[in-house]
């Protein structure tokens, strides 16, 4: 307690911000798909909530459907502007504009929403690394590549592959140090590092190494039918 009030210090706020975009190319309605009776983002919705770790969760999105979902699933709505809602808008002008209406959230985490594969712990774990750790900017989730990039193969316009680096022609797989990507489901930052407009791999980050069944990035039809697959599965258990 503080000796000159007696009252605890305010715990710093949380909040969870999932970008929601009514339009989609490759797969239409993508964040409305499909996943045992529920929609994508309402599931994602669920994951946040039961982290236990957000004073808010809140969609940002330009599409009717999508936020009367989002309601329905218990999350708040965000509208998002014409000029953040074309396929070439980076994420994080999103999030800041999410968070601009929430002055008084500490910590943000961007959360996508086809995340549906992504346990709630792993949130939580975010969320102590960030409030243990004072000068760490930002954790993400990461994904070991499944195989070197340094063995790596181009492929000519004829077909002819050839190595893209054939000094590790020699090496051995288990001889190579692992190398990560981002896993495409979240990123829990600071306030001041999402408005700083620095990416987070150019900042003080740290990864939490993600399994392949929970760090399915969903980008082609395959993707979706994959992740819909694993989903039910992981039902069955």
């Known amino acids: 307690m503080s000796l000159e009030t007696g009252l605890r210090p305010e715990r710093k706020k949380?909040?969870?911000?999932i970008p929601a975009r009514g339009g989609s190319v490759r797969i239409p309605d993508k964040n409305l798909a499909d996943f045992d009776g529920e929609p994508a983002v309402a599931r994602v919705i669920a994951v946040a909530?039961?982290?236990?770790?957000?004073?808010?969760?809140v969609v940002s999105t330009d599409d009717n459907l999508i936020a009367n979902c989002?309601?329905?699933?218990?999350?708040?709505?965000?509208p998002r502007p014409a000029n953040l809602s074309d396929g070439m808008t980076p994420l994080q002008p999103v999030v800041v504009h999410a968070m601009s209406e929430y002055p008084d959230a500490e910590y943000t985490c961007l959360l996508l929403a086809t995340a549906v594969m992504l346990r709630p712990d792993?949130?939580?774990?975010?969320?102590?690394?960030?409030?243990?750790?004072?000068?760490?900017?930002?954790?993400?989730?990461?994904?070991?590549?499944?195989?070197?990039?340094?063995?790596?193969?181009?492929l000519d316009p004829q077909g002819?592959?050839?190595?893209?680096?054939p000094q590790f022609f020699n090496?051995?797989?288990?001889?190579?140090?692992?190398?990560?990507?981002?896993?495409?489901?979240?990123?829990?930052g600071r306030r001041a590092a999402w408005f700083s407009g620095g990416a987070s791999f150019s900042m003080?980050?740290?990864?939490?190494?993600?399994?392949?069944?929970?760090?399915?990035?969903?980008?082609?039809?395959?993707?979706?039918?994959?992740?819909?697959?694993?989903?039910?599965?992981?039902q069955l258990q």
């Open 14 to 17: 949380s909040l969870a911000v």
């Open 49 to 57: 909530r039961d982290s236990g770790v957000f004073d808010e969760i």
């Open 70 to 78: 989002a309601k329905n699933a218990g999350a708040e709505v965000v």
């Open 122 to 154: 792993r949130l939580a774990q975010a969320m102590s690394l960030l409030t243990t750790t004072p000068d760490l900017d930002y954790v993400i989730g990461v994904r070991r590549f499944d195989s070197p990039p340094e063995r790596g193969l181009l």
């Open 160 to 165: 002819f592959v050839s190595m893209k680096s």
């Open 171 to 188: 090496f051995r797989s288990q001889d190579l140090e692992p190398i990560y990507h981002d896993a495409g489901q979240f990123s829990f």
């Open 204 to 234: 003080k980050t740290k990864g939490i190494v993600l399994p392949r069944d929970e760090a399915i990035d969903i980008d082609e039809p395959e993707d979706l039918d994959f992740a819909q697959l694993v989903f039910r599965a992981r």
